[in-house]
């Protein structure tokens, strides 16, 4: 068994940074890749930004400049930095990590339940 849990979530005013944390734990051998989603209600998921275990990383192009993810391999957990918020980045934040699971040595992805985040205007 994985989970994968975010958190960090909250109301920020516009221009202001929040910082979102997802850790997995479980049965894992590694994770390949952690990716953050996120969701407004009648819209699609859609990424936000995204990093492998060598280090690639990727961006939305709504995004560039204002978010940062990183992770600390130690604790399992990726972070997603984001600064200058703006109303239009309020969502449903989701984390998707792509992990070995120990049990079969095979590649499996996990979603996290999802943390809100509320930027006012």
């Known amino acids: 068994q994985v989970q994968v849990v975010e958190s960090g979530g909250g109301l920020v005013q516009a221009g202001g940074s929040l910082r979102l944390s997802c850790r997995a734990s479980g049965s894992m051998v590694t994770i390949t890749a952690t990716d953050w989603y996120r969701q407004v209600p009648g819209k699609e998921r859609e990424l936000v930004a995204g990093i492998t275990t060598d280090g690639s990383i990727n961006y939305a192009d709504s995004v560039k400049g204002r978010f940062t993810i990183s992770r600390d391999n130690a604790k399992n957990t990726v972070y997603l930095q984001m600064d200058s918020l703006k109303p239009e980045d309020t969502a449903v934040y989701y984390c998707?990590?792509?992990?070995?699971?120990?049990?079969?040595?095979?590649?499996?992805?996990?979603w996290g339940q999802g943390t809100q985040v509320t930027v006012s205007s």
């Open positions: 998707n990590a792509l992990v070995v699971v120990s049990t079969t040595f095979t590649e499996h992805d996990y």
